[in-house]
Every structure is written in structure tokens, then in C-alpha cells.
């Protein structure tokens, strides 16, 4: 054994001023060369006596001491030093006590070591224990070393091994959260954003079916992306980037059933309506695709006159296009929906008329209009209509440039279509648009939902070419044909009047003239007294009917696309935004000639006033509610000479008198509409005035 330094003494005797004895055999080194010391043998006996006697107290202090200590695996031996005899040791006994406690110290150390898994590897050795972890079949933690490594002994130090399990736990954390925040984020971002027929628990629609829907690289953050549709409830959300005529198909079911009946009068879709015989009573969703300040002023209330926000050009043009997008189609989402179709079959209505704009198709360079979203609700609403049995009048309500000027063209202003510097381009744009949608609706499952085709909404046409606009229908009706429309095809009468139309258009198979009446928006007949303006629903607009289909008078087949039971001009925006009322004479317009700055009621006096007319319905004498029934109701027989109505409109704001819902729900009309029992044009007028109904009013 190598040679030691002597340990110190025990603290209650002084320390041996003797040295460590060298044998003859220890190896000598030139950092510590000794020179043998000689000892009496006297001394060395005096020694050899202490010793004895320091030994002996050792060993009983070790006794008495054991007891004390835990004694297990890893646990640390420590000896507890008593006094120690002052009696001096030789210098060879105390080196040989020294070694001892040496060699226990070592071999308590090394025990320690193992116990505890504290025998160092070298580190290649270490480096590939990691590899071979990743790789190992899962074992039991008490597998022994060898199984695992064989002889090549040991594993990582303790604390090495703690902090690489914590970083690995830690690693996994952050990239867990990396995976499953952003899928949270966006989930929650879907859920919570507001509106449909079905809600969550915020309020918004109830996406469920985008669970386990995967996106293509391709797909993310388009149009076929259904994570970025506000509302995907009763869309089939399997991405395709399928389409018809150059327009999607997403969001389609592959199959459909139309053998559904919309009430006991007429026949399920699968069914042949008998046109001209059987008459249309149907119903117009305005202001839901193509908005009308009228009809959801909240769009347009919130901005000041200064701002001139008048129209979907102007409101879509200051939201700028991601607020707009946002505002628009939460309002496709909610303002009809799947509750509107049922509403609307269940009120008696057989035919639907849905309102859209081109920009459902497409935008042009400088269109402020939000693109392609009502697409997929004017998708939706036609299937919605074929779940209740309702056949569909398709309106394209405004085409590139404005067919007329007014605010539901998109554009209030100038007549830009077949009209000004861009009139052909857009004209031919809005051929486009119907080659495109052609193709789309000639598809074998809009044949019996979609009865009628409409090619463009109320063309002005004592304001463009009359020639212009003939040349443009007749082709456009070729391409219609051509694409595989079948169905009735409907057009626009232009406000010319009924009998201008004899000897126009005639002689082509299967369409219809569509001519929209009403009386308020004309001084001469918004001044009848309430006598006269039902008698006039029952024989005036029964004449024109008459007119209208006779083909020696009229042009033919004829049916009344928009008709309101409203009596008076009365609805805030119904004459543009911020604009007053003829009834009240404040109808102050730019346009000198189209002003109306006398009060128009029947009195035509200062008391011609609004207030009536806008109150709540609750507010409504019996005697006005007679009045408005039996004014929708003489117009219903009337328009049923021809091929029938769509009533103006299904659901407004706040606006009554333009919404059968809202008018059914006061009482002023029929909870069915084939619903004759309270008027018909066979019985005598009422006198109004003498049953208290002032002309005021």
C-alpha cells in the first residue's frame, strides 16, 4: 500500500509531533524523501501500550455508536469521534491506525458510490447510451445494467440523468403547446365570432362539422378553406376546388331529394307547377344578398350624412374589404336562415324569389364589393328552399355598371349599364355572368328547384336604349338556352307600361314578363283616398293583368315580381338614404324635378303625417289593420289573373308594412296565404271614413 500522511489526531488530545514510519520496501519518491528514525526499546514498549489502550476505546465507541446510525443502500456511514486517550502512539502504530481508517474511508466511499449510481463513465460511453435509448424496446426500470449495456458498466451520474429528463420533459411541453395552440386559437377564433339559425354557447353558429376536417396546403386561407367561412353549418365542408361554369361547388351535398311539397295546393318538387294555370304565391328575400337601406338600416344608421354611405358600393368602400367581409356575411348567416325557408312554408308560400348581386360571382378592377361570399349562402338558401318543397325565382338584383341607378342595383347614381363610356363592357360583362351562372344552374339537380330564371332586376329602361336593352335580352337568353335552361326564363318590364310590350319579345318559348306594382312611389295614386286605392287593387291592377296577357295587348305571360301591402312612403330610406317622404311632401332631392315638397296623403295638408304609419303595430286602430288586410288581399286576387306574385318582402328591420313576417305576426296579414276569408275583390269596398279611418292615417 502506497504510504499516507497521518490523519489528525482526535480534538481532545494534542497532535503527534511523530511522523509516519517509511519501510525498508515502500517506494520512495524525490518530491518526499524520509530518513528512518531510530526508537529505544523502551520507548517503542510505551508506545505499543498506548496503542493498545486507544484501540480498545475505538472499538468500544464503534459499538456503542452502530446503533445509531440508518445502515441501507446509499446511506452515508459517518463515525462519531469520542475523547481520545492522551497516551502517545508510536509512530508506527499510528501509521498503521492511519491506513486503516484509510482504507475503511475508501471502501465506505466506494460503497457509497455505487449505492447511489455514482460511478463515472467515460464519455463516448455515455454518448452512446443516449443513442441506444432512442431506439430500445420499452423495459421495466429494474432491468439489471448488464441486460442492458452488457459489461460495459454503468450509467449516467445521478444529477446528469435528473437534468436530462427534465429537459426532455420540458422539450415535449413547448412542442405540445406549439401543435395545440394554434388549432385552439383557431378553433375558438370559429366559435366565437356570432349568428346563424343553430348557435353555440357565444352566440355564434355551430361549426361542429369542421371537426377532423383537414385542409390542403393548397386550399389554406382561400375561398375552399372552410376555417375561414364564418359560418359552416349545413355545408358539406370536404374540401374541393370543383366547379361549374368556373364557379364552386363546395359546400354541396352529392345527393338531394325533391319530393318534398310545400302545402296540399301544389305539387312536390319532383312535380311539373303548372304555369299559367296555377297561380305563384311567392315571397322575395330582400335585403339579405343585395342589402336595401330600408329594409336593414342598421347598415347605413351608424354613419353620418357627411359620410355618404347610401348604398353597398359606399358601405363596402369605408368598412375597407376585411371589416365588410366580416359585416356582410354574418349578416348572410343570420338574417335568412334555415328557420326563414320553414317560416316561409309554413306561412303557405310555394315559390321563393332570392335577390343576389354579380359580385356573388365575381369583381371587377375597382369594386369595393365583397367578393364571392354570397355565393355559397345563395347555395345554401336554394337548398334550405328544396328542404321545404319552395321553388326558387332566381333574381340577379344587380349587374356590373347599375341597370337603374338605385341603391339596390349596389350603386346609386348613374346608369352605367348599356349606358355611358363603359355601357358595352358591362353590358358584355353581364353576359358573362349569365354564361357562367347558365352553366352552373343547368346542372340535373336544379331542375325542379329552380322553376324560374330571372336575367336582370328592373332595368330602367325609360332611362336606357329600349332597343339596347332587347338586343341585350335576346342574347342573353341565347346563351341562357344554350348552356341547358329549360325552365321559365323572366324579364324585366322597365316600368315602359303593359301595353308597350305587345309585339316585343313575342313568339320566344317559356318566358315571362315581369312588371312590379306599387302605388306609393307614384304622387297620383299615393294621394288616393283609402276607398279608392282598394278599389284600385281590385280593378286596376286586375286590368293591367288583363292587358298584360293578352298577347294582341300586352306581351303575354306575366306574373308580379314585387308588390307591398304599404300604403305610404313613410319607412325611413325607403326614397334613399336620409331622404324624407312624399306622403309628407319632404321628399327634398338633389334632382329638382324628382322632389316632392308638398304633402301627399289624400288630404294634402299639414296633417299628412308619418307618425301612424311608423308606430308600432301594437299602436295600430282595428280599423287601419282592416285596411292593410284587405289592401294585400285585393292585390293578391288581382296578380292572380296573371301567373301570380312574390310579395315584397319576407323580413325587415323594423319596417312592418314590407315584411309578411312582421305583418303576420300584427295581424294585417293572412297567417296562410291562400287565405280569402276576411276580403275579396267580389265583395263591396268598405267605407273607411265612416268606420272612423281618418285619410291622415
Known amino acids: 500500500m502506497a504510504p499516507q500522511k497521518p490523519r489528525s489526531r482526535p480534538t481532545s488530545g494534542p497532535p503527534s509531533p511523530v511522523k509516519t514510519p517509511r519501510h525498508s520496501t515502500d517506494r520512495r519518491t524525490s518530491r518526499s524523501p524520509k530518513k528512518r528514525t531510530s526508537i529505544s526499546p523502551e520507548k517503542r514498549q510505551s508506545l505499543a501500550d498506548k496503542r493498545a489502550s486507544y484501540t480498545s476505546d475505538r472499538d468500544e465507541k464503534r459499538k456503542s455508536n452502530s446503533s445509531s446510525f440508518h445502515k441501507g443502500k446509499g446511506a452515508a456511514v459517518t463515525v462519531q469521534s469520542g475523547p481520545a486517550s492522551s497516551t502517545a502512539l508510536s509512530a508506527d502504530s499510528l501509521a498503521k491506525l492511519d491506513a486503516q481508517n484509510d482504507r475503511e474511508t475508501r471502501v465506505r466511499r466506494s460503497k457509497d458510490k455505487v449505492a447511489t449510481g455514482r460511478i463515472e463513465k467515460p464519455h463516448k460511453a455515455r454518448k452512446e447510451k443516449v443513442v441506444l435509448e432512442k431506439t430500445r424496446p420499452k423495459r421495466s426500470i429494474t432491468a439489471s445494467l448488464s441486460e442492458k449495456f452488457g459489461n460495459r458498466g454503468g450509467f449516467l451520474p445521478q444529477d446528469r440523468k435528473k437534468r436530462r429528463i427534465l429537459c426532455l420533459a420540458i422539450g415535449f411541453i413547448i412542442l405540445l403547446i406549439a401543435i395545440l395552440v394554434p388549432v385552439g386559437v383557431l378553433v375558438i377564433g370559429k366559435q366565437n365570432n356570432g349568428g346563424s339559425s343553430s348557435t353555440n354557447s357565444n352566440g355564434g353558429p355551430n361549426n361542429g362539422n369542421l371537426n377532423g376536417v383537414t385542409v390542403p396546403p393548397w386550399a389554406q386561407g382561400t375561398y375552399f378553406d372552410p376555417f375561414t367561412w364564418y359560418d359552416t353549418e349545413d355545408f358539406n365542408v370536404t374540401v374541393t376546388n370543383t366547379t361549374v361554369g368556373n364557379l364552386p361547388i363546395m359546400g354541396l351535398n352529392s345527393t338531394w331529394d325533391d319530393s318534398t311539397q310545400a302545402n296540399p295546393n301544389v305539387p312536390p318538387l319532383n312535380k311539373k307547377f303548372a304555369y299559367g294555370t296555377m297561380p305563384i304565391r311567392g315571397i322575395n328575400v330582400g335585403g339579405w344578398l343585395a342589402l336595401e337601406p330600408f329594409i336593414t338600416p342598421s347598415f347605413f344608421n351608424e354613419f353620418g350624412a357627411s359620410r355618404g354611405v347610401v348604398d353597398e358600393y359606399t358601405l363596402t368602400q369605408t368598412l375597407g374589404p376585411t371589416q365588410a367581409a366580416a359585416q356582410l356575411e354574418k349578416h348572410y348567416s343570420s338574417f335568412i336562415n334555415a328557420q326563414s325557408f320553414a317560416d316561409i312554408r309554413n306561412a303557405g308560400f310555394d315559390h321563393v324569389r332570392i335577390p343576389y348581386s354579380y359580385w356573388a360571382v365575381t369583381t371587377y378592377s375597382g369594386d369595393p364589393y365583397v367578393p364571392k361570399i354570397a355565393w355559397r349562402y345563395l347555395l345554401r338558401g336554394i337548398e334550405y328552399a328544396r328542404q321545404n318543397g319552395l321553388r326558387v325565382n332566381l333574381d340577379l338584383h344587380a349587374v356590373p355598371g347599375s341597370q337603374n341607378g338605385w341603391n339596390h342595383s349596389g350603386r346609386q347614381g348613374l346608369i352605367g349599364w348599356l349606358n355611358g363610356t363603359d355601357g358595352d363592357l358591362n353590358a358584355q360583362r353581364s353576359l358573362d355572368i349569365h354564361n357562367q351562372l347558365s352553366q352552373f344552374f343547368a346542372q340535373p339537380r336544379y331542375k325542379n328547384v329552380v322553376g324560374i330564371y330571372g336575367l336582370v332586376n328592373e332595368p330602367k329602361m325609360i332611362s336606357l336604349p329600349i332597343v339596347s336593352v332587347l338586343n341585350w335580352t335576346q342574347h342573353a337568353i341565347d ?219
Open 479 to 697: 346563351i341562357v338556352r344554350g348552356n341547358g335552361i329549360n325552365q321559365t326564363i323572366v324579364f324585366g318590364d322597365g316600368f315602359l307600361g303593359i301595353p308597350n310590350w305587345q309585339g316585343k319579345l313575342q313568339g320566344i318559348e317559356n318566358i315571362v314578363l315581369d312588371a312590379h306594382q306599387y302605388t306609393i312611389f307614384n304622387t297620383g295614386q299615393i294621394q288616393m283616398d283609402h276607398q279608392a286605392k282598394l278599389s284600385f287593387a281590385c280593378a286596376g291592377w286586375a286590368g293591367q293583368m288583363d292587358l298584360s296577357t293578352n298577347p294582341a295587348t300586352g306581351f303575354g305571360p306575366t306574373l308580379c315580381g314585387e308588390w307591398s301591402q304599404a300604403d305610404t312612403d313613410c319607412t325611413p330610406n325607403i326614397n334613399n338614404v336620409g331622404i324624407g317622404s312624399r306622403w309628407e311632401g319632404t321628399m327634398n332631392l338633389p334632382d329638382p324635378k324628382a322632389a316632392v315638397l308638398q304633402p301627399c296623403c289624400a288630404l294634402q295638408n299639414s296633417t299628412c303625417s308619418c307618425t301612424k304609419a311608423n308606430a308600432d303595430p301594437s299602436t295600430y286602430t282595428d280599423e287601419y289593420k282592416t285596411w292593410l288586410l284587405h289592401n294585400a288581399l285585393g292585390q293578391m286576387n288581382s296578380f292572380e289573373i296573371g301567373w301570380g306574385w312574390f310579395y315584397w318582402t319576407w323580413l325587415t328591420e323594423s319596417a312592418t308594412q314590407w315584411s309578411w313576417k312582421l305583418g303576420m305576426e300584427a295581424g294585417i296579414l293572412p297567417q296562410k296565404v291562400w287565405d280569402r276569408s276576411a276580403f275579396n275583390c267580389s265583395q263591396a269596398i268598405p267605407n273607411f271614413p265612416a268606420l272612423g279611418l281618418p285619410e291622415y292615417y
